[in-house]
């Protein structure tokens, strides 16, 4: 079931953990990429240093996070690599979810494990093995024609859609990759969340 914009309006912490689990489908020629979402990044602006929105910043870089939630918001780090962010929350409160990781879901055919992890164990190749670039900026999984979230375990109850989770118990927390320039507090908070034992987390 495709997920609508009243999971991704929810509180961002709770976003980045429910993200887990769902399935990114990306349209291309014809056919369908898949991978589900094993690991993710809660940034929450404008108190979070490590956020592109802190301070409340605006600008024609971040203006996507500050969309109401289930936008697409991708920038370029380093001049090589594209990131993958959901907006969360509501609009001009700007919080997102990096995706940091994902779990191809394709025949292995003559790949081994090592070279299916190297697929999408990263954030840089998350974007790549989804065929994601600049031109995704803004889009509204709500309503694209191109790329959404799937819960195939979502069900309705009473004419209320109720979304599968993970487990705490099965959820590993630590802090977030890279951002040591955000100071020793914002650096250690831990607001990174990935499922146990899955191979193509990025880093454990």
């Not at 997920?3 to 993200?19: G, M, P, W």
């Not at 081994?112 to 889009?139: A, H, T, W």
């Not at 191109?146 to 069900?155: G, N």
């Not at 599968?164 to 951002?179: E, L, N, P, Q, W």
Request: hydrophobic share 35%.
């Amino acid at each position: 079931m495709r997920i609508k914009r009243c999971f991704f309006t929810k509180d961002t912490i709770f976003v980045a953990k429910a993200l887990l689990g769902k399935v990114i489908v990306r349209k291309y020629r014809n056919k369908k990429i898949l991978g589900k979402i094993v690991e993710t990044e809660a940034y929450i602006g404008p108190k979070d240093k490590a956020s592109h929105a802190y301070l409340g910043k605006k600008t024609e870089r971040n203006k996507a996070e500050f969309f109401i939630g289930g936008h697409i918001y991708i920038y370029l780090v380093y001049g090589m690599y594209w990131q993958l962010n959901i907006s969360t929350s509501k609009e001009e409160k700007p919080e997102c979810v990096l995706i940091r990781a994902a779990e191809p879901l394709i025949e292995k055919n003559n790949l081994s494990l090592k070279e299916m992890k190297n697929l999408s164990n990263g954030p840089g190749k998350v974007c790549r093995y989804f065929k994601l670039d600049e031109s995704f900026y803004g889009e509204d999984l709500t309503k694209s024609k191109r790329i959404y979230l799937d819960d195939p375990l979502a069900r309705k109850i009473n004419g209320k859609i109720v979304y599968s989770k993970i487990a705490d118990s099965k959820i590993k927390r630590t802090s977030r990759i890279g951002i040591d320039y955000a100071g020793p507090y914002w650096s250690k908070i831990k607001w990174r969340f990935y499922i146990k034992d899955n191979p193509f987390v990025s880093k454990k």
